[in-house]
């Protein structure tokens, strides 16, 4: 940390700024620049509130050196791998699918084989609900989490469910692959340190009001945690706009791939709310350069117990994993070789 210092402060109140920074536990080596001498703090500074230095009479600011959060941004270049599914860092985009909430065995196990054909790797199923209104259906708990490994069992596709606390992850941990971590939970960081002992990859979905630099920083708590397996997922975020249910921010996708390794992918869904605008932002996610798709699917949407209005058939999800498969050859770097043909075309007129 560098501490900045008033201009042309008297070498008197610079030795007050020393002294006070070594009553504080830290060495600080000061440099006469002109007109603001600077003071250099060694020592580990994260554990004390950055106040406590720039209130130091004399001190006009304090520059940070180093990450805000040294995990998420030195996060290794490499895919989070779920089974033998890898998502993101190169690897081609996933499309996760599956219904809003589990509603009951037959349902999940129709949605579940359905989806698979369609082409998703991974089945989603909410089994623990956050819902607005208490009195929604909340799910069925543990007895969703069991047709959920029934699922797989049967089609083979890992799944996704989301804790909402650390009594429901420990019940989860003997049903899925992947942990996700809710909008509503992005800031329980109880519940993010919990799911960074474990070793199950996480999705975290993006907090309805979160900044960039928060969802980074949750993501931080489950790496220092020891969880290096971290799926960040745009969901929307809430603005004025009421014709979508959320605005899906599709610039964050843009910015959290220049800013980290770990892999992102968008949930088109809860990011609009609407069945006929998953496909369009779909489409528009993986030209962002998102690594995955998570989407709400309901073998007969009109009648999903929860999130009916933005669920899609395995119909309509087909098509979207055709485009996915599409854009990202259209946007891969093979494909940027792959232009010969125009090139063959333009020698032909000539
Ligand atoms: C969900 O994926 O089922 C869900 C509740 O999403 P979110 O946490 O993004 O609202
Ligand atoms: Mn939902």
Do not use: W
Request: charged content about 20%; hydrophobic content about 45%.
């Amino acid at each position: 940390m560098i501490l900045v210092l008033n201009k042309n402060l008297p070498e008197a109140e610079i030795a007050g700024v020393v002294s006070e920074i070594e009553r504080l536990g830290f060495s600080a080596q000061v440099v006469l620049n002109q007109p603001n001498p600077l003071v250099f703090v060694s020592g580990d500074v994260k554990v004390v509130p950055s106040h406590l230095f720039s209130n130091i009479a004399g001190v006009e600011k304090v520059m940070k050196l180093g990450p805000a959060c040294p995990r998420v941004d030195n996060s290794e270049g490499r895919p989070v791998v779920v089974g033998n599914i890898k998502i993101g860092y190169g690897a081609k985009p996933v499309v996760i699918a599956g219904p809003c909430s589990v509603e009951n065995e037959e349902m999940l196990l129709q949605t579940a084989h359905a989806v698979k054909v369609a082409g998703a790797v991974m089945l989603r199923g909410g089994a623990f609900k956050p819902r607005t209104s208490p009195y929604d259906f909340r799910g069925l708990g543990k007895q969703a989490l069991e047709y959920l490994a029934q699922a797989r069992r049967q089609t083979g596709l890992p799944v996704v469910s989301e804790v909402m606390s650390v009594e429901q992850l420990e019940i989860a941990l003997d049903y899925v692959d992947v942990l996700q971590i809710g909008a509503r939970n992005m800031y329980n960081y109880e519940l993010l340190s919990a799911v960074g002992k474990t070793q199950l990859p996480v999705l975290l979905k993006r907090g309805m009001s979160a900044t960039i630099n928060d969802l980074l920083q949750a993501a931080e708590y489950i790496m220092l945690a020891g969880n290096s397996q971290v799926i960040l997922c745009e969901r929307g975020i809430r603005t004025f706009e009421t014709y979508t249910r959320n605005t899906l921010d599709l610039s964050a996708v843009a910015a959290l791939k220049t800013l980290t390794n770990l892999p992102v992918i968008v949930d088109p869904s809860h990011g609009t709310g609407r069945k006929d605008l998953i496909r369009s932002m779909s489409r528009a996610a993986i030209a962002a350069g998102a690594d995955g798709l998570i989407i709400e699917v309901h073998p007969q949407p009109m009648r999903a117990m929860s999130d009916a209005a933005q669920a899609i058939t395995p119909v309509e999800l087909e098509k979207i994993v055709m485009d996915t498969r599409k854009i990202y050859e259209l946007f891969s770097e093979e494909a940027t070789f792959s232009s010969a043909p125009a090139l063959s075309l333009a020698s032909t007129v000539s």
